[in-house]
């Protein structure tokens, strides 16, 4: 191939690669049940106030939540780096009660959230406004992705995590909590939670798919 034709092949490489990925993501979006993250992350988008705060604790998900939200302040992110596990809704909860004037939106997976949830308790004491969206995959996807990767497999005990009731132990907790398992409730139960003058969860069941740690 001459300089001059690889000058404009590659570019037009590049695009229809490009739209064929957004037609099938917005493919999945539509997809009724399973939830994809993807249609999590653009409602979300959709519903929050412009000047709210993300706090992400799920790992399984980012890639997903960075394609489909934007940040556009100061402040407005903060995610830890790789290596524990439980910080996200303690961080929500700090962040709102330092910044009462902003919805705080921490995006966190079911596994992740069993190690701190009664972080939510504080978050009703303080009155913090912060919208919990679980994002409820049964298990620990990342750490299955990471077996994969590393050719053990994800068969290890403990790595999946069913038949918990997040709405019910955040009811105990004082908070205001919906469950959703169709992508039609998705909408609904998010404006409910920015509209709520207190903490809110949301417990989203998403595609358990296992994508690849890369990918």
């Known amino acids: 191939m001459s300089p001059s034709r690889s000058r404009g092949y590659w570019p037009s490489c590049l695009k229809r690669a490009v739209v064929a990925r957004a037609r099938a993501h917005a493919a999945v979006e539509q997809r009724e049940h399973p939830i994809s993250a993807h249609a999590v992350f653009a409602a979300i988008e959709a519903k929050r106030p412009s000047d709210s705060v ?18 556009r302040s100061p402040g407005g992110f903060y995610y ?19 910044n009462p004037d902003r919805r705080v939106v921490c995006a966190v997976g079911d596994g992740a959230l069993l190690y ?62 919906y469950r959703v398992e169709a992508l039609a409730d998705l909408m609904p139960a998010l404006r409910d939670a920015f509209e709520s003058q207190g903490p809110t969860l949301v417990s989203i069941a998403v595609d358990p798919t296992i994508a690849p740690l890369l990918s």
């Open 116 to 177: 701190s949830f009664q972080a939510l308790w504080t978050a009703v004491h303080y009155k913090a406004r912060v919208v919990v969206i679980v994002l409820d995959n049964q298990g620990y996807g990342v750490l299955k992705a990471s077996g994969d990767y590393l050719g053990v497999g994800h068969g290890q005990p403990g790595l999946d995590v069913r038949g918990i009731d997040h709405v019910a132990l955040a009811q105990g907790l004082g908070a205001s909590a």
């Open 54 to 71: 993300v706090v992400l604790e799920a790992s399984s998900h980012a890639s997903a939540m960075h394609t489909r939200m934007q940040i």
């Open 80 to 98: 830890a780096g790789v290596g524990g596990i439980g910080n996200g809704l303690p961080c929500a909860v700090g962040v709102q009660i330092a």
